[in-house]
């Protein structure tokens, strides 16, 4: 009797321990606002209470990861309900600070309206039933489910009850929850502005998609009604990246503010044509946004459009910066030999008289700034052949960035003294000097700037990029800048010729004084290497560091090529500039091809989903500091047979699910074990209908996997 009465308490145990152990996290209950509700209503609220243990929490419709919570319900006949109402979510972390979704914690209430049918029968109670389902977490994640009721009963027809009487906490709990569900914008942010009393109100939204940013702007009609603060947006679907930063541009208005969202590895369509979710800021309210997304530059409201994006103090401060760089170009020790002897000049063609020495310095400003001009209009005229864009867009193409990282590292180089731009050029600014009269200065100017200051090409790097992301008008006056700073010191010597005799003599001092300038440059590199790293894959930013380090190899042969003492090495200088051709090309950021694979991140409720749906699928635990792992990548996605495997993944819709181990994951160590591993590569595929997956060799091909797959 004692082993029955044992296997009857064991299984019992095990029947009834899931749903116990659910509860004890996570504890569900159907609530109403009251215990009556009219006969006649329209619609009756009732809600899903879900009461989190401290730190687990549960997930919202878009969840980032995880999985929403659902109701199916069990309704009497005539009954019907809506989908839930769902409150605005937070951001939810597990215990050790890691992202872990968009969710709730603590006590939330779900809203569901239901529909009554006509003719009930007052005093007659109607019991409703629903099944509920989520997914609870907080170190690990486990499913949980309980099956929930509710009895209300029907009042007369007629009777006037008040929407928000309660009865009972929970009853004021749901009526808060539905008074918090998201909504349009109120009628002071409406889109369209009216006049009131004289001012005009309204806010005006609107977002904007270009590559894998879309920009969402709200900007108040009224300038006294300021945005409130710490905005953060929620998608309700996969397009905007939930794990990303949301950053908030500052603008020269306290009643506008721009959030650049990051889009998605795993948007469909990988190009999102609509923005949909919920917009929060600190205070605490929430607004659904539904918008369109329109191509960069195409909406009315936006602050670029207009010349906001670049307040007043910020164009202050980098025509600021401009100037200075135009007085540095002054210290290159291929243009301060002939500072001196350029005013020099100008004094000997005017003699003594102050005001024609004055003059001549005026006119060879004006040769300087024309030249400075003439370049910026080049730029605009190439800038006009494709997109008008607005301030900081380019820096969100990964190929511009890509090209300003390279041509700020080959400057760089030059300034370390690693190669020289064309020599000798320097004379021929120095003969320039013999030009008499006031057209020789102002030519004197033009040509100065273009033949004899090669060596300060670097410090024009800055301002190229300027003047490809700026508006047209603000490129010029950063141009302008630039020529009055590399003009200055000439004009001041001309009103002040005597003053050629404090000039420091040239030396060695001017070529250490150049290659410490080379830091910063080598400093912007590293910048444009950090902002490619948040728009390409690990694939892709390997290529790029490549690429940049056979640039620099192929300088640096280049250099040797072209040294003053060197013989020449024409052989030696063609190669060198073939390899800067392939360096570009190998390190070019390509975009998806569309249709390409998508990713998942790896986890053991991902992989127990795919496979409750019946799909295979390939699972790599890798990490980019794994060199076997990156080969396998390049064997099995870019090798020979690579099609064709793409292909059939496509064809039969294998689930791609990535383990990333580069940083520690105590989730994937813990698989990792299990499967008697402490390393990777380690790559399965789950095939339907089998119960344990195929372990693959460490060396991959296509091939091999196409073979796994059962190809």
Request: charged content about 15%; some cysteine.
């Amino acid at each position: 009797m004692r082993p029955f009465f044992l296997r009857f308490w064991l299984l019992l145990f095990v029947a009834l321990a899931p749903a116990s152990w659910s509860r004890a996290q996570v504890d569900a209950s159907l609530v109403a606002l009251k215990a009556t509700f009219p006969a006649d209503a329209g619609k009756v609220v009732v809600g899903l209470r879900l009461a989190h243990q401290p730190k687990w929490h549960s997930y919202w419709i878009a969840p980032g990861t995880g999985l929403p919570t659902t109701l199916t319900w069990e309704l009497p006949p005539g009954w019907s309900a809506g989908p839930i109402l769902w409150p605005a979510p937070h951001r939810v972390y597990d215990t050790s600070g890691h992202l872990a979704g968009n969710g709730y914690e603590g006590v939330v209430y779900l809203p569901v309206e239901l529909k009554p049918p006509a003719g009930l029968a007052a005093g007659v109670p109607v019991t409703l039933r629903a099944k509920a389902e989520w997914l609870m977490c907080k170190d690990v994640c486990k499913p949980g489910e309980a099956a929930v009721a509710l009895t209300l009963t029907p009042t007369p027809a007629g009777a006037m009850t008040a929407a928000n009487v309660t009865d009972s906490a929970d009853g004021e709990g749901l009526l808060a929850a539905l008074d918090a569900v998201p909504r349009g914008l109120p009628p002071i942010w409406q889109a369209a502005a009216t006049e009131v009393a004289g001012a005009s109100t309204g806010l005006g939204a609107g977002a904007e998609g270009k590559g894998k940013i879309v920009r969402l702007t709200l900007r108040a009609a009224d300038a006294r009604q300021a945005v409130p603060a710490g905005p953060w947006f929620f998608a309700e679907d996969a397009s905007i990246a939930y794990d990303q930063p949301q950053a908030r541009r500052e603008t020269p208005h306290a009643h506008e503010f721009i959030v650049d969202l990051a889009v998605s590895d795993y948007a469909e369509p990988a190009v999102p044509t609509r923005l949909r979710g919920v917009l929060t800021f600190a205070e605490g309210a929430a607004y659904a946004l539904d918008l369109p997304i329109t191509a960069a530059g195409a909406m009315a409201d936006n602050a670029t459009k207009e010349g906001a994006a670049l307040g007043a103090a910020a164009l202050g401060g980098v025509l600021a910066a401009a100037f200075f760089g135009g007085l540095i170009l002054n210290l290159m020790p291929c243009v301060f030999p002939v500072l001196g002897l350029k005013v020099l000049g100008f004094v000997q063609q005017a003699g003594a008289d102050r005001k024609k020495i004055t003059a001549h310095g005026l006119v060879f400003t004006s040769g300087v700034l024309l030249s400075f001009w003439l370049l910026a209009a080049v730029l605009a005229l190439l800038r006009a052949g494709g997109e008008q864009l607005g301030w900081g867009f380019q820096l969100q193409e990964p190929g511009f960035v890509f090209v300003l990282a390279a041509g700020l590292l080959a400057f760089a180089m030059n300034l370390s003294g690693v190669f020289e731009f064309g020599l000798g050029a320097t004379a021929l600014g120095g003969g320039l000097q013999q030009k008499q009269g006031l057209a020789g200065s102002f030519f004197t100017g033009v040509l100065a700037t273009v033949v004899a200051t090669p060596c300060s090409a670097p410090f024009l790097a800055p301002a190229l990029g300027a003047a490809l992301a700026l508006p047209v008008v603000a490129s010029f006056a950063v141009f302008t800048a630039i020529g009055l700073g590399l003009s200055a010191p000439y004009l001041l010597l001309a009103a002040f010729p005597a003053a050629v005799r404090a000039l420091p003599r040239p030396g060695a001092w001017m070529e250490t004084f150049k290659q410490g300038m080379a830091f910063l440059l080598y400093g912007t590199v590293g910048l444009m290497v950090w902002i490619l790293a948040g728009q390409v894959e690990g694939d892709g930013l390997l290529a790029v560091l490549l690429a940049l380090t056979g640039l620099a190899f192929a300088l640096w042969l280049y250099g040797r090529a072209t040294a003053p003492a060197a013989r020449p090495r024409r052989g030696l200088l063609v190669f060198a500039l073939g390899l800067v051709a392939v360096a570009m090309v190998y390190g070019w950021p390509r975009a998806a091809a569309a249709g390409d694979l998508k990713w998942e991140p790896w986890s053991a409720e991902r992989v127990a989903g795919l496979r409750a749906e019946g799909r295979p699928i390939y699972v790599d635990f890798t990490a980019r500091w794994c060199f076997t792992c990156q080969t396998n990548k390049k064997a099995i996605f870019a090798g020979p047979g690579s099609e064709e495997l793409r292909k059939v993944m496509r064809e039969r819709r294998v689930a791609l699910l990535r383990g990333d181990w580069t940083n520690r994951d105590p989730l994937i160590t813990a698989e990792l074990k299990r499967w008697d591993r402490a390393a990777v590569p380690f790559n399965l595929v789950y095939l339907p209908g089998t119960a344990e997956p195929k372990v693959l060799p460490e060396l991959l091909t296509a091939a091999t996997v196409r073979a796994a797959l059962g190809d």
